[in-house]
């Protein structure tokens, strides 16, 4: 893979985010000592630098193809990046304490592609089971549901059906205290009307007696409306 030097060390001074970044020992590739080294996290590229705050880094590890494992070392809260394949070297580095080592554990073994390929599988799965399983409404949500009453239709050309013992028994309940005259005076008026015949109205006389009258009085005003307001224009004109 080609690189470019130029571009690299720019992205590393960038002002993008960073990752993770702290002091780790390394250790050298000849001279097997640890040395101290600003390290830089930025996605899967780890930059290290002789100290913070240095303009150019003094090298960058690409973060693919390895894993990260723990390092035989007594003196140094040490771990590995160990690259598989042939003539890969391994990068030995040295925390500060147990808490520190494991946070840059974690971080570098997420900062990989495959990882990450993983994570975004995994959370389109999880999504695709959200969408597909509807979620169930809370008992609390469920018991206080209003419940919309019937709808029923009303003609209102149909004259209502009076009935006796439904407004007796409404009558009797709130006048419990009356007068026993007043329940038989309203009983007799109760058989008078259930003996009255029932008087059916059809639409067509609804519309002869109350219909008619109504459109001739609104014609007569809109003509009157009209007539008033030619006249106005007329003399505006003139």
């Not at 899967?44 to 894993?67: Q, T």
């Not at 990882?115 to 809370?138: C, F, G, N, S």
Request: some cysteine; overall charge neutral; proline content about 6%.
């Amino acid at each position: 893979m080609k690189i470019n030097e130029k571009n690299l060390c720019s992205f590393a001074v960038s002002a993008t985010p960073v990752d993770k970044e702290g002091y780790l020992n390394k250790r050298g590739e000849v001279n097997k000592n640890f040395q101290r080294r600003y390290f830089l996290l930025k996605g899967n590229l780890l930059f290290y630098f002789d100290k913070k705050g240095d303009r150019e880094p003094v090298g960058v590890i690409i973060l693919e193809g390895c894993s990260i494992e723990l390092a035989e070392d007594d003196e140094q809260f040490s771990f590995k990046i160990e690259f598989h394949g042939i003539n890969n070297r391994s990068y030995v580095l040295g925390a500060e304490s147990q808490e520190s080592m494991e946070q840059w554990m974690k971080a570098l073994a997420c900062a990989g592609y495959d990882y990450m390929k993983l994570m975004v599988a995994e959370l389109q799965r999880q999504l695709d089971d959200i969408e597909e399983t509807p979620l169930p409404l809370p008992s609390s949500q469920v018991m206080s549901s209003p419940v919309p009453p019937p709808r029923t239709r009303h003609n209102p050309f149909n004259k209502p059906e009076i009935n006796p013992h439904q407004r007796s028994n409404s009558l009797r309940s709130t006048c419990s205290n009356s007068s026993r005259l007043d329940e038989t005076r309203y009983s007799e008026n109760n058989l008078a009307v259930a003996a009255t015949p029932k008087i059916s109205i059809s639409f067509r006389e609804l519309h002869n007696s109350y219909g008619r009258p109504i459109l001739k009085d609104f014609n007569y005003w809109k003509h009157e409306r009209k007539e008033k307001s030619e006249t106005v224009e007329n003399l505006i004109s003139f």
